[in-house]
Structures are given as structure tokens and as C-alpha cells.
């Protein structure tokens, strides 16, 4: 499902802070799946992530990461706290916050280099009622990032 996304640099997913009993972030639904069965083992490495994040940050929020993974760097970016919640939109904001400064000293020492994210918090998200307000905190972001929208199969 990621495919079109051959081109990207970064490509970067909305999750929760969920980790199963295997030591893998839930990656089940929408976009995170679909990155999950593109990347073999992304779960788990993320897993780890959000873990040792967790560890020394003491709190649920991990909000944006990234990895290298072969030639992309993919990333997570934090909409929920548990993967049966609904978005949190007021984490979305939180999170688009750090990601954009994340985008910003990408597009310095990449400047061709473009950024994928879907759209957060619409999909299995559940927040299709606040499409506007969220598509007002993306249009801060710089213009390396671009918003894509996961089409259902």
C-alpha cells in the first residue's frame, strides 16, 4: 500500500504508544498497517523505540520518532495513546509540533529530500469531524512534508 511512496525519503506513519506482549507496537490498522507489512519487523523495531523512550522520559508520550530503515528513514508519529482509543487531537497538535521542527532541519540538510505523512487522526483515528481543524496544524508544516490519505482497499 505504500508503493506510491517509492520516491520519498521519509515516510511517516500515525500510531499509538501501544506495546504488545511480543515487545512490538501495535501496528494494526490504516496507515501504521500498512507500513508494518511493507517494512517486515518495523513493529518490533519501533517497539524497542517507544520502550526505551518511555523508560527515561517517564510518560506515555512519545510523540515523533524515526529510524533508518535500508534507504528511507520512517517515522511514527503519535495520535493515540492506546491503539482501541480515538485520535486525541490536542496530541496531534502536540505531535505535529515537534514534527515540524523535525521537517524543518530535514529540508536544510536534504533539501530535495520529501517527507511523507498521512493524514492523522481521520482514518482509524476517528476524526473525520475535525478534518478542518487538523488540515490547519498540517498546513504549518513546511513544504518538503506531504500529506497523503490512505485509499481503503
Not at 536544510?108 to 481521520?122: K, Q, S, T, W, Y
Request: hydrophobic share 45%; glycine share 8%.
Amino acid at each position: 500500500m505504500l508503493d506510491h511512496l517509492d520516491e520519498a525519503k521519509v515516510v511517516v506513519v500515525t500510531t499509538n504508544s501501544t506495546i504488545n506482549q511480543r515487545g512490538e507496537l501495535v501496528m494494526g490498522r490504516g496507515a501504521a498497517l500498512a507500513m508494518k507489512k511493507a517494512f517486515p519487523g518495523i513493529a518490533s523495531e519501533f517497539g524497542a523505540r517507544v520502550k526505551s523512550f518511555k523508560k527515561w522520559a517517564a510518560t506515555e508520550d512519545y510523540l515523533f520518532l524515526n529510524h533508518l530503515r535500508e534507504t528511507k528513514i520512517l517515522g511514527i508519529l503519535q495520535v493515540k495513546r492506546h491503539f482501541k482509543d480515538t485520535a486525541d487531537f490536542e496530541l496531534i497538535r502536540q505531535s505535529l509540533d515537534m514534527f515540524r521542527h523535525y521537517a524543518r532541519g530535514m529540508k536544510g540538510a536534504c533539501p530535495d529530500c520529501r517527507i511523507f505523512l498521512n493524514f492523522p487522526g481521520i482514518g482509524a483515528g476517528k476524526l473525520a469531524d475535525r478534518y478542518d481543524d487538523i488540515l490547519k496544524l498540517l498546513k504549518r508544516l513546511p513544504d518538503n512534508v506531504h500529506v497523503w490519505v490512505l485509499k481503503r482497499a
